[in-house]
């Protein structure tokens, strides 16, 4: 049952991502879904509809009919208790057509604020009331405080238990993000360096050259810090940070991913400063085009405080990392579209190449998450010819050049996740508390005070200047990403 179901999201990534599940067999026959949502449409309509978008964004249909027969529409308002019954009747009727086993997947694909009278109206209607499975899958943004987020848990809580809960993080997803896992805990290599003996510091940047386009009035409330901090980037960090859990399953890695977050130093409002900056984009020229700035966007204020950019140094005060600083960045309207994490070594503890008045580059590993996914190792190596200069090369592994195809959609993977019943891709509800309580201190602190200095970064560059400054305080500095894509290497 997909609440949302005219939405942006469910065209987008929902529909086409069932469908390639249908298509390599992950969805058998039996299986109906439900489309809810305020607008009136017949069933007729909305199977045209799911079509089209499957078109837009596959651009295929074999199959098609076949596939779309199985989707129902029911016009919804979801504060309206009658509705909710109506649906039921529904959803009885289709388990018996499809022989469900009265298995119930519900799916919010809409406004958050949503989210609690839908859960509760799902139990006080009867809906959750059923043989099978119940599961609630829930998009972000869960809350946009601690104090908001505990009040949404405990709403939809009354419905479902935690282990019923899949909380989206399309992050979590991806499958470079989930590779991290491999990469560690498969490599001899890996993970006997990856400790504060031997890692100087690791750099997590998530860019966009988009902007803010029309969700003016969304992000105007969120801002980077809540849209990508909160969520993706410190779960990106709880991965690369996490202790090898002593087996591969859900409550192991989850329990394991929080005893980081519970390991983040804890800062003082007064100390932000010194560990996280802020920026939001001046006009400039991103791709050859000239773009506004962030306060001239649609929906936004002219005098806007909104961070539309944030840098940060965390630490990690456990006996692994002690010392080590995991730098995290993330705006919109910046030089390149890349996720990418580097794992920076120290430097050997003697360089013998010194006379050729080379400094050695410090090797690398670079984890490419997007747009294009794959592993680089950075090293020296000797320059060919008769002397003994050094010269930097990449070991390179690209899964699209391996696989020739599209690795799948997050939401594809998640989808299946949920249907399957594994929650070790999405959050937790204690990842989720122990988030919101670190940002929230970062919020207060920027809250308090207005950014003088905004706007403080021209579209189409990397970011202010104060995000290079904190980097060079402890003698380090961004290393420079979009240069590290896999087709330069
Ligand atoms: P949207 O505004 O495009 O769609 C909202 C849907 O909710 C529509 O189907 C609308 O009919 C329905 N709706 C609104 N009010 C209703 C009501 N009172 N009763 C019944 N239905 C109602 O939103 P979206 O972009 O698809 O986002 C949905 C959710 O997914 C949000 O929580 C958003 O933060 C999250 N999300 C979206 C994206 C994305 O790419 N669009 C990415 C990540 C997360």
Redesign the pocket.
């Known amino acids: 049952m997909l609440?949302?179901?005219?939405?942006?999201?469910?065209n987008?990534?929902l529909y086409p991502s069932l469908y390639r599940l249908y298509k390599k067999g992950k969805i058998t026959e039996r299986f109906a879904v439900v489309g809810?949502?305020?607008?009136q449409l017949s069933n007729e309509e909305f199977q045209n509809s799911v079509k089209e978008s499957i078109l837009t964004y596959i651009g295929e249909n074999v199959e098609i009919d076949e596939f779309i027969s199985h989707f129902y529409y029911h016009s919804?308002?979801?504060?309206d208790a009658a509705s909710y019954r109506e649906l039921k009747t529904l959803a009885e009727g289709l388990d018996t057509t499809y022989n469900l086993d009265g298995n119930r997947l519900f799916y919010m694909?809409?406004?958050?604020e949503?989210f609690g009278t839908i859960a509760e109206s799902l139990k006080s209607e009867g809906l959750t009331d059923t043989d099978g499975y119940k599961r609630l899958v829930i998009?972000?943004?869960f809350g946009h405080n601690f104090e908001s987020a505990q009040e949404l848990n405990r709403r939809i809580r009354t419905a479902f238990a935690e282990d019923e809960i899949y909380r989206i993080d399309?992050y979590l997803g991806k499958e470079m993000v989930q590779n991290i896992e491999v990469i560690r805990f498969a490599n001899a290599l890996f993970e006997p360096l990856w400790n504060n003996r031997y890692i100087s510091n690791i750099q997590v940047t998530s860019s966009e050259t988009l902007g803010v386009e029309e969700r003016g009035r969304y992000y105007e409330k969120s801002g980077a810090l809540r849209d990508m901090v909160q969520n993706h980037m410190l779960q990106m960090v709880a991965l690369l940070a996490m202790e090898p859990p002593i087996r591969l399953n859900t409550d192991e890695i989850r329990s394991e991913k929080v005893r980081v977050l519970r390991s983040f130093r804890t800062m003082k409002v007064e100390d932000v400063k010194d560990y996280f900056v802020r920026g939001q984009y001046d006009n400039g020229m991103v791709d050859g085009v000239e773009v506004p700035a962030y306060r001239n966007e649609q929906m936004v204020a002219p005098d806007s405080n909104t961070e539309t950019y944030v840098a940060g140094k965390l630490m990690i005060d456990n006996f692994r990392w002690a010392g080590v600083p995991f730098y995290i960045r993330t705006g919109k309207r910046m030089a390149a579209k890349s996720t990418k994490i580097v794992v920076q070594f120290k430097d050997i503890p003697m360089n013998l190449y010194y006379n050729t008045k080379e400094t050695l580059n410090p090797n690398l590993l670079v984890i490419h998450i997007q747009p294009e996914e794959g592993v680089t190792l950075h090293l020296n190596a000797k320059k060919s010819g008769q002397s003994m200069t050094t010269t930097p090369v990449r070991l390179n592994f690209s899964n699209k050049s391996v696989d020739r195809m599209n690795t799948p959609e997050a939401y594809e993977k998640l989808l299946y996740d949920s249907m399957r019943g594994d929650a070790t891709n999405f959050t937790h509800w204690d990842e989720v508390a122990l988030s919101w309580k670190f940002v929230d201190t970062i919020s207060e602190a920027w809250e308090n005070a207005k950014e003088e200095s905004f706007p403080n970064y021209a579209s189409g560059s990397m970011g202010p200047q104060s995000s290079e400054d904190l980097l060079q305080k402890d003698g380090h500095t961004w290393w420079p990403i979009e240069e590290f894509d896999v087709d330069n290497c």
């Open positions: 609440f949302g179901a005219t939405g942006d999201l469910a987008r990534k809810v949502a305020r607008r919804h308002d979801v504060t694909a809409m406004a958050p949503f998009e972000k943004p399309h």
